[in-house]
């Protein structure tokens, strides 16, 4: 035996009798998220080393909405329209909530328009396979219209602001941030945003529940970094450089969302979540006229059972701790995970699989 693997093998030795079990001997969950500013913190979160039990996935909203009904991901963080648009019935559960959008998402009009009351039989730009087809609903029904009473085309988000511009027979657009921003700066006016309705568009982390019963203290952990997350300006750092943007120019795209602080605060979340699946599942009742085609699948169907889609016992479970607690937990579990890491690739190159021991009290039983 050369020295070389001597000495290794002793470090490997030394640190092994001082750390628990390593998270890479588990499987490790797949974690899909769309674009959406608050979302990216789980990047943020991987980027420090907080998330080893996961690959983290930056998708399309419908790739991670259908993925995650195929099985490809484990979790998903989306709205709670597009859990209700995948009707993903008993298979998959809601255990958390990360944001609402408060302005992220508006309604834009001609400048001529003086209210929404004058846009009877008039066309208005949107992907309509997405929220956005239920602001333009609750922003008609506060101004004693209905999706019956205007034209709906369907276009796709990105180009949304583009088509504002372009093409004057709309008399207005919907859609979301940046996209909608070219659209008020080629005179368009602000009408409406998600602000004016409060948890409408609200935003859930969502697990399939095969890999939650598998990995329940994976997700319980996961959730407690989450909110220690909220408030690490590291993570805010991390987030920042994987988009390109200083944190100070990221930290003001956040100002279009209001994410849920802490523990209680999402518990508190989920009375109003299981209301607005209430209202959404009337709203898909009954097809409006004219509804292009990738909406008018999502109508007319049998309502679903929504009651068994939230489950808020891992948040229960964690609600006691108070946020230095949280903290801790999150900066103790980096310095272990740093650690492991490290074993972990020595003992690759030695082809040795590290047995790690988990004292009471040690950080490492928080992988367990």
Known sequence: ?????????????LALTAWGSSPADAQKQ???????????????????????????????????????????????????????????????VVIGVTDYSVGGDAVVLRSEIQSGAELRGKAVGLQTDTFCLYLLYLY????????????PVHIGAENIGKAFVANRTLAGVVGWMPFIDEALANGGKLAASSRDFPEKIITMMTVRQAALQ????????FLKKWFAAVYDPAVLEK??????????EFKKSLECAYMYPDVPSALQA????????????????TE????????????????????SWFDDSLLK????????????FSQRAQRAQSCRNVISSVARNLSLRPRLRTDAGDSAAYFR
């Open 30 to 92: 797949n974690l899909c998220h769309a674009g959406w500013p608050p979302w990216q913190f789980a990047r943020g979160m991987a980027m420090l080393g907080q998330l080893n039990d996961f690959n983290i996935h930056r998708e399309t909203s419908e790739t991670c909405m259908f993925g995650l009904k195929k099985g490809k991901y484990d979790i998903g963080i989306m709205t709670l329209f597009e859990f209700i648009t995948a009707r993903y019935d008993s298979d998959t």
């Open 1 to 13: 035996m050369s020295i070389k693997t001597k000495v290794a093998g002793i470090m490997i030795f």
């Open 317 to 328: 479970e964690i609600s006691q701790w108070t946020l230095p607690e949280i903290k801790n």
């Open 140 to 151: 008609l029904k506060k101004n004693g219209l209905t999706l019956d009473e205007i034209r």
């Open 270 to 285: 989920f009375p109003k979540m299981r209301e607005t699946a209430q209202e959404l599942q009337e709203f898909f009742k």
């Open 239 to 248: 987030v920042a450089e994987y988009n390109k943007k200083s944190a100070a």
């Open 214 to 221: 598998k990995h329940r203290g994976v997700y319980k952990d």
């Open 288 to 307: 409006p006229a004219n509804l292009p085609a990738a909406a008018a699948r999502f109508f007319g169907k049998e309502p679903q059972k929504t009651d």
